[in-house]
């Protein structure tokens, strides 16, 4: 079993000539004002909060966009600071992108055009040339920091997702020493959709400047070797799973993600999450009611509205549950400055203005809405005072909070209800699995968890805790680095 301790020891000793580098668009620490005081926030991304305890655990580096308004506040004059701000165990180095290319760059080219083209959820992908033009330039501004970074020592750099897919080729025409990996945290699409990008063969090159290449799941890697196979000049050995272009060599590989399950299984315990159990019941008026979670960025692929369909089609066709149930759907707002996200963010309170309209009897309303980032206790005590939780993405790469949830359930208890179009569908076998877009079949999945008995339900939960206990994220870490090595060793 990989611990925080054990990844410590594999870092320190495979990687110990190495300078240790994270890269990503989104900090994992924000600082910014409030009521004139600067505070520090945890941002809602699923990237982030996967890879903080990575970096706890090995030191280093992480450079990344500093988003905040105070971010600039707090930094030295090489733009860092140490973090986390209670108990700092690595160094955050913060870029500073303008206006225009955030715009260009961070909303247009990497969420406009990149984000709906992988995940295939019917959002069609907007391709404008001056949005690919500032993605490049913001591309170079990482390139920049980074090599000022490590100077003339050894670096494992090991790159985030979609918005940064040229920087392994521009770190190596720079500096070839450099050590490179890349995590996808989204799908990749099949050849077909992908082709539809017409940068195409600019990021194939790109991302084929990595060393190592990895994605949550095999499908991805496949649908990759596939897109590169008939997209541009390269070899690709599908015995290997590797990619050779222009005399180097790519290993693509599956790598599921996964969270910190021993630290969030124990804190769920903490007398702090019972009390705010007990505050927030208060606070919503919660009282005997089975208790239904979702807890999401407000994304259009995460199946928000799908999921409050099939409560509105649970109560047309059982309404015995009326005043018997409630749902709470935590959402915490996220690039509202998209087209796509404003419709979204209408389309959300209008259903759920429309259902508890429909259903509600005198102090009941069947969907609490919470728009708003919850601070972790609050999201620890949705965990723990759920009956079940809906995780009803259209597509994603992994989903995190299907594994938060079974992570913080050390009581045994508790339903998952997961769509088949998550990568954590692929692990977590015990959740019920449901198509998001089969309203009818999702509502009677909410009724057998609403009825399942306790011995099934504990069953289930147990067997996915082993998992999720076994694929911890220092394994998802320690997977990596290990592959690393040895691809580098065998070359
Ligand atoms: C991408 C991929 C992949 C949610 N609300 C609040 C809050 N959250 C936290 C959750 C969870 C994270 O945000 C969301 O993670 P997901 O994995 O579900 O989703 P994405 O952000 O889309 O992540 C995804 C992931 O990368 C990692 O590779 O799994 O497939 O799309 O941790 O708990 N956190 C806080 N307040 C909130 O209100 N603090």
């Keep these: 079993m990989w611990t925080k301790e054990s990844l410590h020891d594999l ?3 495979k990687l110990k000539d190495y300078l240790f580098i ?3 668009n989104r900090e994992p620490y924000i600082h910014s004002y409030s009521s004139g005081q600067i505070i520090c926030q945890v941002p809602a991304s699923g990237l982030t909060v996967a890879l903080d305890p990575v970096m706890r655990a090995c030191g280093g580096t992480w450079i990344a966009h500093g988003s905040g308004d105070a971010d600039r506040e707090v930094v030295d004059i090489d733009n860092k600071v140490s973090v986390p701000p209670a108990d700092p165990r690595y160094s955050l180095r913060r870029v500073w992108l303008t206006k225009e290319e955030e715009e260009g760059f961070y909303y247009g080219f990497s969420n406009e055009a990149l984000w709906p083209l992988c995940h295939i959820v019917y959002t069609k992908p907007v391709f404008s040339e001056s949005d690919w033009n500032s993605y490049k330039q913001v591309n170079e501004k990482y390139a920049e920091s980074i090599l000022q970074e490590v100077g003339d020592r050894k670096a494992f750099v090991f790159i985030q997702d979609y918005h940064l897919a040229l920087l392994s080729r521009l770190l190596r025409e720079k500096n070839p020493a450099i050590v490179t990996a890349q995590f996808w945290h989204i799908p990749w699409p099949n050849r077909d959709v992908f082709r539809r990008c017409p940068w195409e063969a600019e990021i194939l090159d790109g991302l084929l400047g990595n060393d190592l290449l990895g994605f949550h799941i095999r499908y991805h890697c496949s649908n990759f070797m596939d897109t590169v196979d008939t997209g ?3 070899k690709v050995d599908w015995e290997r799973y590797e990619i050779t272009r222009g005399g180097r060599t790519t290993a693509i590989r599956p790598f599921p993600i996964s969270v910190d399950f021993e630290n969030i299984s124990e804190g769920a315990k ?19 009611e089975k208790i ?12 928000i509205p799908e999921r409050f ?8 066709k059982y309404p015995q549950y009326k005043g018997k149930i409630v749902f709470v759907q935590a959402g915490v707002p996220s690039r509202t400055h998209v087209k796509a996200y404003q419709l979204l963010n209408k389309e959300i309170d209008e259903l759920v203005e429309e259902i508890n309209w429909k259903y509600s009897e005198g102090h009941w309303k ?20 759920a009956d079940y939780c809906v995780v009803s993405s259209l597509h994603d790469g992994m989903n995190l909070v299907a594994k938060e949830f079974v992570a913080s359930r050390s009581d045994e208890d508790g339903v998952l209800i997961l769509s088949r179009f998550t990568g954590a569908a692929r692990e977590l076998a015990d959740a019920l699995l449901i198509n998001p877009y089969a309203i009818d079949h999702f509502a009677e999945a909410i009724r057998n968890a609403l009825e399942m008995p306790f011995e099934e339900r504990q069953l289930r939960m147990n067997k996915m805790r082993e998992v999720v206990r076994e ?3 220092y394994k998802w870490a320690a997977d990596i680095i290990s592959d690393l090595v040895k691809f580098e060793a065998g070359r």
């Design 309 to 316: 369909k099939a409560i509105d089609c649970l109560f047309e």
């Design 270 to 288: 903490r007398d702090e999450v019972l009390a705010e159990i007990e505050r927030l019941k208060k606070r919503l008026g919660i009282g005997d």
């Design 232 to 234: 541009i000049e390269a």
């Design 292 to 303: 239904g979670i979702g807890l999401d960025r407000i994304d259009y692929t995460k199946g």
């Design 11 to 13: 870092v320190t000793e």
């Design 366 to 385: 069947p969907i609490i809405w919470l728009r708003e980032h919850c601070p972790p206790v609050t999201l620890e005590a949705l965990m723990r005072m």
């Design 471 to 473: 694929n911890n994220i």
């Design 22 to 24: 994270v890269v990503s």
